[in-house]
């Protein structure tokens, strides 16, 4: 045997007498285990989903929470609209403010059960189209049936017609943008003016 052979045996013999043998055997065998985990991807597809899921699902509760206030919004406006229809041409107009929210809710469809508890109307006449004197009832941040009227124009008045629906909201965040109350119900309005037709 040569010196060299000499000195790696003393070598070999001096690490495993102070237990550095192992100590290399572990590091080997942690470096190996980091590099399968590095390598490893089967658990990726389920750290990405649950990533993304939670603002993919917020968007599109979003999306649906905007489309039925809008399918809302289309519904009360239409409806409005045709019971408005009878005061424009005194076709057996509505002689009070709950009957023409009966007419309405009765033009209300899938939303006529629960139409006239969440149902509001102001009928007022005014003196020019440029700048109807409406007051706000909504203006303290709590809405205030006390500032809506039901006038019954004339022929030939000027006519301001407003309808108020409660909606209650599904996502609380989407509280800020749609509700003014903060309260999570969305005041949709409705308005069409109009100049009564002769008699």
């Known amino acids: ?25 572990r590091y080997a065998l942690a470096i190996a285990r980091l590099m399968r985990l590095r390598d490893e991807e089967r658990g990726a597809t389920a750290v990405e989903f649950a990533l993304v899921a939670l603002p993919f699902l917020f968007m599109v509760m979003s999306m649906l929470e905007l489309a039925a206030v809008f399918l809302v919004y289309t519904t009360l406006d239409n409806a409005m609209a045709n019971a408005a229809r009878t005061i424009r041409t005194h076709n057996s107009a509505p002689p009070s403010a709950s009957a023409f929210i009966t007419a309405t809710c009765n033009n209300m ?8 508890s969440q149902l509001h109307v102001d009928i007022r006449t005014e003196l020019t189209f440029a700048n109807p ?12 049936p006390a500032a809506l009227t039901y006038d019954l124009p004339l ?19 989407m509280d800020a943008a ?20 002769p008699s």
Do not use: H
């Open 133 to 144: 004197v409406a007051p706000d009832p909504m203006a303290t941040g709590v809405f205030n």
């Open 178 to 197: 749609l509700s003014k109350y903060n309260n999570g119900v969305a005041q949709i309005i409705a308005t069409t003016t109009f100049v009564v037709e």
């Open 109 to 116: 469809g899938w939303l006529q059960s629960t139409c006239s």
């Open 1 to 25: 045997m040569g010196l060299a052979g000499d000195v790696s045996f003393v070598t070999d013999r001096s690490a495993n007498r102070f237990g550095l043998g192992k100590v290399r055997r």
């Open 155 to 173: 022929p030939g008045q000027i006519v301001l017609v407003r309808a108020f629906y409660e909606w209650p909201l599904i996502l609380p965040i």
